[in-house]
């Protein structure tokens, strides 16, 4: 039986992954525009091809088909710390392009909930 194929956008240093390689899952395509942490992924990963750019930047066409997406779009502006209540919701809708491009088995994105406070 082959392993499922997973891709991981806003990757970070690769948390999300890990659980996914620890179970077996293959881990075929990473994303994320922050350096520090895609030479950490790249680290922690050596067999994963990492892209290190601003997922804006990249066209849904050019990630590799895959059976999972994951990921943990930036958080920052749904947070009940942004006190400007100001929310851009350009990177999220860029990653349910890619799920609709891809058209995986199943998709787990980390978000938090908006406006939530801590005490709730």
Same mark, same amino acid.
Do not use: H
């Given at each position: $039986? #082959?392993?499922?194929?997973?891709?991981?956008?806003?990757?970070?240093?690769? +948390?999300? /992954?890990?659980?996914?390689? !620890?179970? +077996?899952? @293959?881990?075929? !395509?990473?994303?994320? =525009?922050? @350096?520090? %942490?895609?030479? /950490?992924?790249?680290?922690?990963?050596?067999?994963?091809?990492?892209?290190? @750019?601003?997922?804006?930047?990249?066209?849904? *066409?050019?990630?590799?088909?895959?059976?999972?997406?994951?990921? *943990?779009?930036?958080?920052?502006?749904? *947070?009940? %710390?942004?006190?400007?209540?100001? !929310?851009?919701?350009?990177?999220?809708?860029?990653?349910?392009?890619?799920?609709?491009?891809? =058209?995986?088995? !199943?998709?787990? $994105?980390?978000?938090?909930?908006? +406006? #939530?406070?801590? *005490?709730?």
């Amino acid at each position: $039986m #082959r392993a499922l194929k997973v891709i991981d956008l806003f990757c970070g240093c690769g +948390g999300f /992954s890990l659980g996914f390689d !620890y179970a +077996g899952f @293959e881990i075929i !395509y990473a994303l994320d =525009n922050w @350096e520090t %942490a895609c030479k /950490s992924y790249q680290v922690n990963f050596p067999q994963v091809d990492i892209y290190c @750019e601003d997922a804006l930047n990249v066209k849904p *066409s050019e990630i590799p088909n895959c059976d999972i997406v994951i990921g *943990s779009p930036p958080c920052q502006d749904f *947070s009940v %710390a942004n006190l400007k209540k100001s !929310y851009d919701t350009a990177l999220i809708d860029w990653f349910w392009g890619v799920v609709r491009r891809k =058209n995986p088995k !199943y998709v787990i $994105m980390e978000e938090v909930p908006q +406006g #939530r406070k801590a *005490s709730d």
